[in-house]
């Protein structure tokens, strides 16, 4: 009986021990089939999405407090989400550029209101100098 137990313990020993093996391999073999279109489309679609960040960041970084040129990157998002409205592979491009024209939109608030507190403030200095 123990003989039979012994025997069954390393069948089974050896059977794990294949199974861990064949695991192991094939975690280390290169992946041999090539992306599909729909694999490709989508890379393609994030590696756009990158760049156009990348580019929208530097245009932002010099246009920083001029609403006129915010408005014209929102042109530019507005664009871009109606070309892709319809491709649902594009939802992230989308939702980032829904979010870049909210962000915008706040930023442009933004310097309306100080160029209106720095209008305010101009006239309240040019009254205050003035005799009366």
Known sequence: MKRILLISFAVLALLAIAMVYSVWRA???PVTH???PLETARAQLHAQLEQAKKTESEAEQQHWNSADRLRAL????QQRIEKLKDNKQAAEIVAYDRDEIDRLQKRITRIAEEEAAKAQ???EAKQESQPQ
């Open 27 to 29: 975690s280390q073999e």
């Open 121 to 123: 403030a101009a006239r």
């Open 34 to 36: 090539t992306p599909g």
């Open 74 to 77: 929102i042109e530019g998002h």
